[in-house]
């Protein structure tokens, strides 16, 4: 009996062992199992998502694709032009309205722009500097019309009444007989514009600067006379450019020009 006893407790064991380790093989089968169907179910579930994600896109593109004509997305086109060696360029037609402008017009030449630089105004201020009678050596005084009409010596000296700008010189005036106008450059009347006209000769250039006293003109040998008047910047008489002038008519701007005379000590008359 004893060595029965032992023998049947050993069956009983084993068969116990061989039970627990069924049940533990069939326990680790189930668990590899359900971790197996975890990691496919999450691998579905991310590659669900990842369609989800890129499908939007997908269709965004198309819709695009659709929305916008292909004519109305420019094609590049690149090229290339390669002159050929040796061959003039094509002339190009001009416009119906070109040219534009004169095209005989040309520069004006050297002496024309020198004379437009003599014609030059000189910018100065009024003082308080005194003239002197330009016309002192006129022997017979005449009538009052755009200016003052006088007789004198022949080669007597026409004076700048101040320092003066000459301006420029008109040749036929009246008669075949010059005009000269000059700019005065001192006293109260400075900036203002005087002319000597027909019988002179030996007429200071234009553009020359005088000093006071010194010659403008001479009288000549022959002629209708000297006037002496106001001028504007143009050398169009003063009387013509304000109120206009006929032959023998009075002009305020003749009267003004004698009582300035008068006022130097000319004893010009009333005219």
Request: some cysteine; proline content about 8%; glycine content about 10%.
């Amino acid at each position: 009996m004893s060595d029965y006893v032992p023998t049947l407790v050993h069956r009983r064991a084993a068969r116990r062992g061989t039970s627990l380790t069924r049940r533990t093989c069939q326990r680790s089968r189930s668990v590899s199992l359900l971790v197996a169907v975890a990691l496919g179910l999450a691998a579905t579930g991310c590659g669900a998502a990842g369609s989800g994600r890129g499908a939007p896109r997908a269709a965004t593109a198309t819709n695009a694709s659709a929305a916008a004509p292909s004519s109305a997305i420019p094609q590049s086109r690149p090229q290339a032009i390669e002159p050929t060696a040796g061959v003039q360029a094509a002339a190009v037609a001009p416009a119906a309205q070109d040219p534009v402008g004169d095209p005989n017009a040309h520069a004006p030449s050297l002496a024309e722009v020198e004379s437009e630089l003599r014609q030059e105004v000189v910018a100065v201020k009024t003082t308080d500097a005194t003239y002197i009678n330009p016309l002192q050596y006129v022997s017979r005084w005449e009538r009052t019309d755009q200016g003052v009409d006088a007789n004198m010596p022949v080669g007597a000296p026409i004076l700048a009444p101040c320092p003066v700008k000459v301006l420029a010189i008109i040749p036929d005036w009246y008669a075949g007989q010059p005009l000269v106008y000059f700019e005065l450059l001192d006293g109260p009347d400075a900036g203002k514009v005087q002319y000597v006209a027909e019988e002179i000769t030996d007429v200071a250039p234009a553009g020359t600067y005088l000093q006071q006293g010194q010659p403008v003109a001479r009288y000549a040998a022959s002629g209708t006379g000297i006037e002496y008047g106001w001028s504007t910047l143009n050398g169009v008489t003063l009387a013509r450019a304000t109120t206009g002038y006929e032959e023998g008519q009075v002009t305020p701007a003749g009267l003004s020009i004698r009582a300035w005379l008068n006022a130097l000590g000319a004893n010009a008359g009333s005219g």
